[in-house]
């Protein structure tokens, strides 16, 4: 079966810091991936997303993640952190890769502090 | 316009009150999508409409009850809840089924 992990529940990081959030994913071939935000209360954002090409995918708000297929990983990453980017993240994959069968697997999100 | 649309934004309602959750886009996706959210969980799928068919039906209970009038529209019909039913519920729409979801706001219901 399907699976995606976020390793990490909660994430503290000062302002201006850099960040990386794991996530790894179980399942037989690529799937497509894909990393949201959420204020609270709010609704989910999409921050990128990766396809298929270079592995290697930038987003919005600074954000970027990089597709690693030996490692079965879709890790996020901002250079430096702004106290507006605190915030619950959550790791997607669809397994059945755009097709007409295909729905969203949610990682259990992390929560992003980010320290003054 | 890309954006999804969910009305209300709050809801509070008793156990023997009916009412109804309304989402909208006009995007042109052909997938719209309901999820239950509560609180530091991730998103649950709860329904998905495909073409204005209903594609999946994740066991949900009988008193939540999905309709998909026309492309652009999607509304969850809420009969006899329980107040473990409140939580926030999250409308999402895509192209098709597959490939990225655009989601809502949200409303946030609670029930008494």
């Known amino acids: 079966a399907q699976s995606v992990t976020q390793p990490d529940i909660h994430i503290t990081v000062s302002e201006g810091a850099s960040l990386e959030l794991r996530c790894n994913y179980s399942y037989g071939a690529t799937p497509y991936l894909f990393w949201y935000v959420q204020s609270p209360g709010q609704g989910l954002q999409l921050l990128l997303k990766?396809?298929?090409?270079?592995?290697l995918v930038q987003g919005i708000k600074g954000f970027e993640a990089e597709f690693k297929r030996s490692q079965s990983s879709f890790n996020l990453r901002k250079p430096s952190v702004h106290w507006s980017d605190a915030a619950e993240y959550f790791c997607a994959v669809d397994t059945d890769r755009g097709s007409t069968l295909g729905r969203l697997y949610f990682g259990r999100g992390t929560q992003l502090t980010v320290w003054p | 316009d890309t954006e999804v649309t969910q009305t209300p934004k709050h809801l509070v309602m008793g156990m023997t009150n009916k009412k109804s959750l309304k989402c909208e886009q006009h995007m042109g996706h052909r997938a719209m999508y309901w999820y239950k959210q509560k609180a530091k969980k991730p998103p649950e799928l709860m329904f998905v409409y495909s073409y204005e068919k209903l594609s999946i039906n994740e066991s949900v209970p009988s008193r939540f009850s999905p309709e998909c009038p026309n492309s652009s529209l999607l509304n969850l019909h809420l009969h006899a809840l329980q107040p473990e039913d409140s939580a926030l519920y999250l409308c999402?729409?895509?192209?098709?089924?597959?490939?990225?979801?655009?989601f809502g706001p949200g409303t946030r219901l609670t029930v008494l």
């Open positions: 999402a729409s895509s192209q098709r089924r597959g490939g990225e979801q655009f």
């Open positions: 990766y396809f298929s090409g270079d592995t």
